[in-house]
């Protein structure tokens, strides 16, 4: 079983930044697409932002320009660096990894969520 730590989430000013990470348990063969998604008080699970094994990226319009999302293979961890945070950014993050653990197999993770809240 594939288990992602999350890390990172918390209370920050408007206009600040925080660096969420979601680390993968280390019976890993390889990640293939990971991605973060959010879910604010009362709305569906969105899509924040995904990166391919060969690491390119793919954001949503609304954190274009301000999130950056990366991922260190040897340490199978997913990084969302966010700046210039806007209180519409306040949500619960959760990071998803899709990969194998050896050839043949196939995974899709969900991480625990982690709090991010943006005052104004």
């Known amino acids: 079983q594939v288990q992602l730590v999350e890390s990172g989430g918390g209370l920050v000013q408007a206009g600040g930044s925080l660096r969420l990470s979601c680390a993968a348990s280390r019976n890993i063969f390889t990640i293939n697409t990971a991605g973060w998604y959010r879910q604010a008080p009362g709305k569906q699970r969105e899509l924040v932002a995904t990166i391919t094994r060969g690491g390119a990226p793919n954001y949503v319009d609304s954190v274009k320009g301000r999130f950056t999302i990366s991922r260190d293979n040897a340490k199978n961890t997913v990084y969302l660096q966010m700046n210039s945070l806007k209180p519409e950014d306040t949500a619960v993050y959760y990071c998803?990894?899709?990969?194998?653990?050896?050839?043949?197999?196939?995974?899709?993770?969900w991480g625990q969520g982690t709090l991010v809240t943006v005052s104004s």
């Open positions: 998803n990894v899709q990969g194998s653990r050896w050839v043949g197999d196939a995974f899709n993770a």
